[in-house]
């Protein structure tokens, strides 16, 4: 029962990581490498 | 019941918590080698598979590597030890008489954590994280699981041919090197290496950290694997020393001589070289063939280092010419060196009067290198159809840290 349970939780986890958005988009594509890191704030 | 070794079982969990300790270690080794924008990404590489093989082990991983092999063909154990059923506190005759099995299976984890983390180096700095996520699933699976029965499993194929592989020179190393060179190949150059950008390391006391770390779990790693607290696990444990110490030494002087400078990165890598030369050697050959072996091992490397630099592949942090090429010398230099004289329970090499020994090691290299190499293309294949292997062009000029996780590792402030 334990093996079952266990399997399924772990197979939704891996399953979550490929719904789940990449990154806080509007974070990450604010900033080129030429912009400072301070232009995030 | 057989007895249980207190010395012994202390010694193997003992050398399990070393080896587990290796895997951050190599996530600071290759963290200081990539730019610092790419350094929580490759960090987070060795953290993350940390976390998830040791869940795939328990669940089916140690099952396929070390059950009952499946139809008695020598390729795969079978499911029956799926959830670590009937895998109990009571030692298991075949792999470990001395230990509780789960003290077994949870060192032999240890391994499998740490092999497609060594992976991760060749596609550092632009492979999006969901797609690492799968390719580490399905190469533990398809991968380190079969080739870990080949070799060591009750009834795997080249464990009955006789090959001698004392801690991983083929399952770890070759595996990870040739699978390293082909995920390298198949996800192309980054993009910066093809505009010009310097690729320096950008904090190269992480990577002197990162190597004392791994050196220092590599003492778990193949003294461990003796299985017990007694003059083997001694064995081992000098011949890691004396290898790696060589290993850097050789490097440095050849990079000095080559590049005019004494390189602080040159001799960690040739440490690490060391280190994978003699793992599959450890149990089984004398001091003087550790030294040996450390002198050459730098020598093929280095080579191995120049050759992939004209070459049109990508491995960003060498680790097919450290590990790939390393563990070859060191699985054939096994075929040359061992002697019975420091493990009874073994075969003697070429120079003590065995010629088969090396040709069954050149069997054993060549299957890791064919199977490792194959599988690894066809897994990236798979990986692609369901997620695009690379970052963009904007997320890999941002860095993976910003553009895969939304973290930066120093702040500006």
């Known amino acids: 029962m334990e093996i079952v349970v266990s399997m399924i939780a772990f197979f939704a986890l891996v399953a979550s990581w490929f719904v789940l958005p990449s990154a806080p988009r509007a974070v990450a594509t604010a900033l080129t490498p030429s912009e400072p890191l301070s232009a995030a704030a | ?413």
């Not at chain 2, 220092?216 to 890691?240: D, E, H, M, R």
């Not at chain 2, 064919?370 to 963009?392: C, D, E, Q, Y």
């Open chain 2, 1 to 413: 019941m057989d007895k249980i070794s207190a010395g012994d079982t202390a010694w193997v969990l003992a050398s399990a918590a070393l080896v587990m300790l290796m895997t951050p270690g190599l996530g600071f080794f290759y963290g200081g080698l990539v730019r610092r924008k790419n350094v929580l990404s490759t960090v987070m590489h060795s953290f993350f598979i940390l976390c998830l093989i040791s869940v795939q082990w328990v669940l089916w991983g140690y099952s396929l590597a070390f059950g009952p092999d499946w139809k008695g063909l020598g390729i795969i154990g079978d499911l029956s030890w799926i959830g670590l059923n009937g895998v109990g506190l009571a030692p298991n005759k075949d792999y470990a008489a001395t230990i509780p099995h789960q003290a077994y299976m949870m060192f032999q984890m240890m391994f499998a954590v740490i092999t497609p983390a060594l992976i991760s180096g060749a596609f550092a700095e632009r492979k999006r994280f969901k797609a690492f996520v799968l390719f580490s699933l399905l190469w533990a699976t398809f991968v380190y699981d079969p080739l870990a029965h080949w070799v060591w499993g009750h009834g795997g194929w080249l464990g009955k041919l006789g090959a001698l592989d004392f801690a991983g020179g083929t399952v770890v190393h070759i595996s990870s090197g040739v699978s390293a060179l082909v995920a390298a190949w198949v996800l192309g150059r980054r993009i910066t290496h093809t505009s010009g950008e310097d690729v320096e390391p950008h904090d190269i006391p992480m990577v002197v950290l990162g190597c004392a770390l791994l050196w220092f779990g590599w003492f778990g790693f193949n003294a461990g694997s003796a299985l017990a607290a007694n003059g083997l696990a001694t064995s081992a444990f000098v011949n890691t020393n004396t290898a790696a110490a060589m290993a850097a030494l050789t490097w440095l002087t050849i990079s000095w001589a080559h590049k005019g400078q004494p390189s602080v990165v040159g001799a960690t890598a040739g440490a690490v070289a060391g280190l994978v030369a003699i793992t599959p050697a450890a149990g089984y050959v004398t001091p003087g063939a550790s030294i040996i072996i450390g002198l050459l091992v730098s020598l093929v490397c280095y080579s191995a280092v120049m050759l992939r630099d004209k070459m049109k592949v990508d491995d960003a942090l060498d680790v097919w010419a450290v590990h790939g090429v390393g563990g070859t010398v060191g699985a054939l230099c096994t075929g040359l060196f061992a002697t019975t004289v420091i493990n009874s329970g073994a075969s003697n090499g070429l120079f003590y009067g065995n010629p088969a020994q090396l040709w069954i090691q050149t069997i054993a290299v060549g299957a890791a290198w064919i199977f490792s190499g194959a599988m690894t293309f066809l897994i990236l294949k798979v990986v692609n159809v369901f997620v695009p292997l690379r970052v963009s062009e904007k997320e890999e000029a941002m860095g993976l840290d910003l553009s895969q996780h939304s973290e930066v590792a120093y702040s500006p402030s």
